[in-house]
């Protein structure tokens, strides 16, 4: 069996990633109590019925107070070689804010007492522990509902066991570093294609600005030295029973330089692993 716990901040698009997992094939439960996690597993696995193969669990801050105990009782699962894995969404406070003032849902933790802004910043520290043990970190402020049940559809679903799922990733810095990201390659030192007018409105796909980076021995030298490391260091990561990795390539504006990098690595990385590419400021 396979064991999914998806979880985070209410307004960060859990029910989405939960719906997701169960269009996938999963067979899916939402807010169970903390405490019945593990009979439920207890349950289930003695049965042996293909339904139960792939399993998601939506487990988050409306389980106050048993939440805490949620790291805890993820280790002695795993502990007793329960596949589980554990996927924690977030989003920037004034996204959050945004989303139930829109949507005008009540957040879990507001009261008479407690404000918007505290409860989600309560939520954020009841979580935290959670979050340290996150195999999977996700990033929603900027991603459409499409976005993301396409990313739990390619990184989560086609996931096969004892295998690293690897998502790389261009992002520019004046738009902020990727919160998901477990390695970031800063790429601004290299010769930027911004600066010739005609390469200025493409983008790192097309292929004039890939002539004019395939051309640049500084650009092909940072393509090397980034294949290289990962691929030294994906197998620690596997051996370590790491089931996500997230590495983000980033230059000034996320249009030229960091997304030509981001397919290059892709195509060169030679490790038996699934590999994805994402790029942050293209359009979807």
């Known amino acids: 069996m396979r064991l999914v716990v998806i979880s985070g901040l209410s307004g960060s698009g859990k029910s989405v990633a939960l719906n997701a ?7 899916c439960i939402d807010n169970i109590p903390v405490g019945l ?7 289930i696995i003695p049965r042996r019925d293909s339904i139960y193969d792939n399993v ?3 487990l988050d801050a409306r389980n106050t107070p048993d939440i805490k105990h949620l790291p805890g009782l993820v280790e002695k699962l795993r502990q007793e070689n329960t596949a589980c894995e554990v996927i924690f969404l977030q989003a920037n406070d004034d996204i959050l804010l945004s989303r139930f003032s829109e949507t005008r849902r009540k957040h879990p933790l507001t009261s008479n007492d407690v404000s918007l802004a505290e409860a989600i910043a309560k939520e954020r520290e009841l979580l935290e522990s959670i979050l340290d043990i996150a195999d999977l970190i996700v990033d929603t402020s900027h991603t459409s509902v499409y976005d993301l049940r396409e990313l739990i559809n390619n990184r989560i679903k086609s996931r096969k066991k004892g295998k690293i799922s690897i998502l790389i990733e261009s992002f520019g810095y004046k738009h902020g570093l990727p919160a998901d990201a477990d390695f970031v390659f800063d790429v601004r030192c290299l010769p930027n294609p911004y600066w010739e007018p005609s390469l200025r409105p493409l983008n790192g796909r097309d292929q004039p600005v890939k002539t004019f980076l395939d051309n640049q021995p500084q650009v092909q030298a940072m393509i090397d030295d980034i294949v290289q490391f ?3 260091w994906i197998p620690q990561y596997r051996d370590f029973q790491c089931s996500y990795l997230t590495v983000a390539v980033g230059c000034t504006g996320g249009q030229h330089r960091s997304v030509y990098i981001t397919e290059a690595v892709a195509k ?12 942050h400021e293209l359009p979807s």
């Open 268 to 279: 060169k990385l030679s490790v038996d692993e699934p590999i994805q590419t994402r790029h």
């Open 56 to 58: 998601g669990v939506g």
């Open 230 to 232: 990962l691929e030294c």
């Open 21 to 27: 997992l169960e269009d996938a094939g999963f067979y």
């Open 37 to 43: 996690l593990r009979s439920l597993v207890e349950e």
